[in-house]
């Protein structure tokens, strides 16, 4: 009996500490920086956290000749998806980790962090550096990832939304696509063509704010709905998401991917939409401009069969979202010098100049839509003459300060609400939205669990 | 059966020990303390801090300052459909796959407790499923047997000439507990295996010659014989499963359903809650449900090993 006594204690101990391991906590769950084994030496490098996306390798991999080798200045990235990014730059930058010195995020948060002071403020340096041209940076995009008047973070990569679809396939069914096409004229057309073999849009239905949250809520504005009202002051009023407007456009969504969407469309986003395009088993995708580049890329089965029109619209003019990878500077690091000059090399002009001959994409596969004078350079006007200019478009006709028909609380977005509690709402509520794409929720039910997620941010 | 009175009787009979003076036993363990002290900073300080922040109203987005809140985080718990919701699926995803696995295994292990040509091999295939990845197992199951277009149940489906079935999403709690039976039905086999191979041949050939049938004597030996071995298995695969993250983390990234406690506390977190005072609550709540369950299991398991011992 003694014997199973100590056992049972010994056995509810490793319990608890196995389970309350899973909790939070303050813990520092360190992340290793992959580039580099060597240790850090002195002032002479710099710790950088960046999206795994294939614009960040480039750069990754083209660092040490082209930047360390003329400034003697170390780089070591750390690799991450965005989903776990967003987790090590909220917690190193926001809540005051002191683990990098230069952190990749995104026009969500670079106002946020911003205003809440835990960002340097990147103007008078980029302003005071002649290399880094600063006003050739693309105003959207430049503004995006601005608060009163500063620049929190340096574009590397900008990007809208827009449909593209297969030209050859809409023709054959009869079907001509407008440059600016509105919703009720998209569902036509992929309910037309929609075939068992060949499914007729492939729309975003995997949950997470990034994900269905983007493709969805950018569909919610044209349709006249909103997460939130807005009080004069700008900070949240009410939960909208029980609003006709809101359960409208859902419905639009849900039923367009019930009858005519991908497979598996609730396990669906970029990538699986990629797939399935370039495997010819939809019609027509609606997402990331930087889609067009790998479309269009030459190993691409679909290359010269696509067309490009804008982000669909219902009743505002323009509907496509607006999103930029950009790097920024956390306050607390002590390198804010080489942090800059990392960044100006980085996001400048001159890297994307040298980047075009000696990255495997070649031309085509340049960072876009961060600077005007990207699109003047004539290697990259040849290669990517097909989606450049409705990429430029798309980007400079974001509508992110009115993206709706009404006001909006918090900073300016259109795919995302510029407040801190968004990223939390939108992601329980597209799990929501997304169980009623995969037929396992009703409508109803799924707008009134998310009306009450909605409505908590609304208490403070 | 009187087993519930036998540990009172071991107990009474059990040999006294001699007394050692205080001072010796401390001596004796003094050795010891390092270890224990390294144990208990690395185990329950975490946990005593997760009770603490659980009575905080502790978020990083947006910062606010954190504040005592007392039970609050305890009290408005059981009003948040989310967390009723986890703690179903909490349920679902336990008891089915310790059940599922378990009858399947104690299949196998039948099944293998004959000498047969290539037994060796055989036992280390099925054995397989347990060694593999937690996280390569979803996503084996989710890309090449559950998916809508390149999976191999619905290529099945489709050349029978039916409507292919979108699994992960339309199913997902049955999906991961298909999934989770698959890697534990193993460890509950070699559980079972144990139990069957301890069994005593004469008793059995006992019972030949008495002249019970195959059936007679697998219902009223074996299966009795196996109950401890069958009690531990739940009770190990309880534990473990009860905290399962990984399948449900690279299947469906949560949602109705698949939202199982342990990947709701991560929800509201660093997986985009930021809420670290409430999902410190839930934790401790796991943990003090794993604690119970534990002690009960505990205490049957011990009452039946020691049948055993007497019989």
């Not at chain 1, 696509?306 to 003019?317: F, H, M, V």
Request: glycine fraction near 10%; charged fraction near 15%.
């Amino acid at each position: 009996m003694r014997g199973t006594v100590r056992l049972s204690s010994a056995t509810a101990v490793a319990v608890a500490c196995v389970i309350a391991a899973g909790c939070g906590g303050g813990g520092s769950k360190s992340s290793s920086s992959g580039a580099s084994g060597t240790p850090a030496s002195g002032t002479g490098s710099i710790n950088v956290a960046i999206v795994d996306n294939p614009q960040m390798k480039d750069i990754a991999a083209l660092t040490p000749s082209l930047f360390t080798a003329k400034t003697g200045i170390k780089v070591n990235y750390t690799v991450l998806d965005e989903g776990t990014l967003r987790q090590v730059t909220t917690r190193d930058v926001a809540a005051g980790g002191r683990q990098f010195d230069v952190a990749m995020i995104g026009p969500f948060e670079a106002p946020q962090f911003g205003q809440q002071g835990t960002l340097v403020d990147l103007t008078p340096k980029a302003t005071s550096d002649a290399a880094y041209k600063f006003d050739d940076i693309i105003p959207a995009v430049r503004n995006a990832l601005s608060a009163g008047g500063k620049m929190y973070a340096a574009p590397f990569y900008g990007e809208s939304s827009f449909l593209m679809y297969r030209k050859d396939v809409l023709k054959k069914a009869g079907i001509t696509m407008p440059d600016h096409p509105t919703w009720a004229q998209v569902a036509a057309a992929a309910r037309k063509v929609n075939s068992p073999s060949m499914a007729g849009i492939c729309l975003r239905g995997k949950p997470g704010w990034g994900d269905l949250g983007a493709s969805f809520t950018t569909v919610l504005n044209t349709f006249g709905g909103t997460w939130w009202s807005a009080k004069p002051d700008g900070s949240i009023d009410k939960a909208m998401v029980t609003q006709p407007a809101f359960k409208q456009a859902l419905q639009f969504y849900v039923n367009l991917v019930k009858d005519a969407g991908e497979k598996d469309a609730a396990n669906s986003s970029f990538n699986e939409c990629l797939s399935q395009y370039k495997d010819g088993k939809v019609a027509m995708w609606y997402d990331a401009t930087v889609a067009a580049g790998l479309l269009e890329a030459s190993d691409s089965p679909v290359k010269g069969k696509n067309g490009y029109a804008a982000a669909p619209i219902d009743k505002t003019k323009n509907a496509g979202w607006l999103w930029s990878w950009a790097l920024a500077i956390p306050k607390t690091t002590t390198k804010q010098d080489l942090a800059w000059k990392y960044i100006s090399f980085a996001t400048g002009p001159q890297y994307l100049k040298e980047a075009g001959s000696r990255i495997p994409g070649g031309w085509a596969a340049l960072p876009p839509g961060t600077r005007q004078s990207t699109y003047e350079i004539p290697q990259y006007k040849s290669a990517a003459k097909s989606f450049a200019k409705e990429t430029l478009d798309a980007i400079s006709s974001a509508p992110i300060t009115n993206p709706g028909t009404t006001k909006r609380p918090g900073l300016p977005g259109v795919q995302y609400v510029g407040v801190p509690e968004f990223q939390d709402v939108g992601n329980q509520c597209t799990q929501q939205f997304s169980a009623v794409m995969a037929g396992r929720a009703a409508i109803d039910a799924a707008l009134k669990n998310c009306q009450g997620v909605a409505s908590q941010a609304t208490q403070g | 059966m009187s087993t519930a009175t036998r540990p009172r009787i071991t107990r009474s009979t059990r040999p006294t020990v001699p007394r050692i003076p205080l001072s010796e036993s401390w001596r004796r363990r003094l050795p010891l303390l390092p270890a224990l002290l390294i144990m208990i900073v690395l185990t329950q300080v975490p946990f005593v801090m997760s009770v603490y922040y659980s009575l905080t109203d502790w978020r990083v987005v947006p910062p606010e300052p954190r504040n005592w809140v007392g039970l609050q985080n305890y009290t408005r718990l059981f009003d948040n459909e989310f967390f009723k919701d986890a703690a179903v699926t909490t349920i679902q995803l336990t008891v089915f796959p310790v059940l599922g696995a378990l009858v399947l295994g104690a299949g196998f292990a039948l099944l293998l407790d004959r000498r047969f040509f290539g037994q060796g091999l055989v036992r280390t295939l099925l054995i397989t499923p347990f060694l593999l990845m937690p996280v390569v197992v979803g996503l084996i199951w989710k890309n090449q047997m559950f998916h809508g277009l390149y999976g191999v149940l619905n290529w099945g489906i489709d050349t029978l000439g039916g409507t292919p079935v979108d699994f992960v999403s339309r199913y997902p709690t049955i999906s991961i507990i298909v999934v989770l039976i698959w890697q534990w039905t193993p460890f509950m086999m070699l559980i079972m295996l144990a139990g069957l191979q301890s069994q005593p041949s004469d008793v059995l050939e006992a019972a030949k010659v008495d002249g019970a049938t195959p059936f007679a004597i697998f219902r009223q030996l074996t299966l009795s014989h196996l109950r401890p071995y069958m009690e531990l298995g739940i009770l190990l695969g309880t534990i473990y499963l009860i905290q399962v993250y990984d399948q449900i983390a690279v299947m469906t990234g949560g949602g109705p359903g698949s939202t199982n406690l342990p990947y709701f506390v991560f929800q509201r977190s660093i997986g985009g809650g930021w809420e670290f005072g409430q999902a410190s609550s839930f934790s401790i709540v796991v943990v003090i449900a794993s604690i119970v369950i534990a002690t009960v299991a505990l205490r049957v398991l011990s009452g039946l090993l020691k049948g055993e011992e007497i019989a």
